[in-house]
């Protein structure tokens, strides 16, 4: 793919031994930062999140979505999901009166965690199936906490470069293939050549320029094949229908009590997208008589 925004492009550097994906975000970066960060510190680490977790998801060739979340003092939430269909969301959250996100990952406490969730389709209708690792994040940058995520979960060394800005966010991940996996006679000093080479990308390169031409620029005396691309955009998964089980789960009378504070209707904006929703009494009504009607008997609940 040819296009500046919004691709994710997969890459081997065959000689070397090395894989890698490089991805640009433009127009989905622009939406997503409108409606899940409060400002641009956190709107900064949000991006990278983001972008990661599109690198990550084409680096496992997901199935169902993956997301990557942060948590510790002042984070509240971080949360940014990649799906297979190439839909990108993320949101970002500081504690109330939190000051400044701290520059380093290292400042947000000893409760700090970072976790890389994977949840896949179940088989035969079944519940789906997830797999999340964890790490806590004794590094400076999310990408050196992700360089020690790869080393703890896959035991293979990896790189990564984000970036972002009001307009844009981009990475690119590199990651040495286990030996035998590709049929050609390995340069033993691959991944260091490449990784140098990486050392060499500026900032501005990976945010203005299309993932081709990235890797064009870096890898060019190393032969690089491209193994296909994606586009990626941005979405979210919230409905009115989904909205509405919160709103049973919620319970009759805590709902009732929503419709009463909010002047006659129960109202519930999306923080991913914006979306409003608001449901009135009599709506309200219908939800839990339906439920009623079609909950099955306890006995067969999970």
């Known amino acids: ?45 949000l991006g990278q999140a983001c972008t990661a977790a599109a690198l990550l998801g084409g680096h496992v060739k997901i199935e ?63 519940e789906p199936m997830r797999y999340q690792g964890l790490v806590q994040p004794e590094s400076a940058s999310l990408e050196q906490a992700l360089e020690a995520y790869f080393q703890q979960s896959e035991q293979l060394p990896t790189r990564l470069h984000l970036a972002c800005d009001a307009d844009s966010a981009a990475g690119i991940l590199l990651q040495q293939l286990p030996h035998g996996e590709i049929d050609v006679a390995l340069d033993e000093d691959g991944y260091r050549r490449a990784s140098a080479l990486l050392d060499t990308l500026r900032t501005e390169e990976l945010l203005n320029l299309p993932p081709r031409e990235v890797v064009h620029r870096l890898f060019h005396e190393e032969a690089p094949q491209l193994l296909g691309g994606a586009a990626l955009r941005f979405a979210c998964s919230c409905s009115r229908d989904r909205v509405a089980e919160v709103l049973v789960t919620l319970g009759r009378e805590e709902a009732a009590a929503a419709v009463e504070a909010g002047g006659g209707e129960a109202a519930v904006d999306c923080e991913f997208c914006g979306q409003h929703y608001a449901f009135d009494a009599d709506e309200i009504a219908r939800l839990f008589a339906r439920e009623v009607v079609t909950l099955p008997p306890r006995s067969s609940l999970q």
């Open 64 to 126: 169902g979505r993956l997301s990557i979340q942060l948590r510790g003092s002042p984070i509240t939430t971080l949360f940014a999901e990649c799906t297979a269909a190439g839909t990108l969301r993320g949101i970002v959250r500081l504690r109330e009166n939190a000051g400044e996100l701290p520059q380093d990952l290292r400042m947000l406490g000893e409760d700090a965690l970072l976790a890389i969730t994977i949840e896949n389709p179940g088989l035969g209708g079944r």
């Open 1 to 45: 793919m040819d296009t500046v925004d919004d691709t994710l492009l997969r890459f081997l550097l065959p000689a070397a031994g090395i894989r890698g994906i490089a991805v640009r975000l433009g127009a989905s970066w622009r939406t997503l930062a409108s409606h899940g960060a409060a400002d641009s510190a956190s709107a900064g680490l």
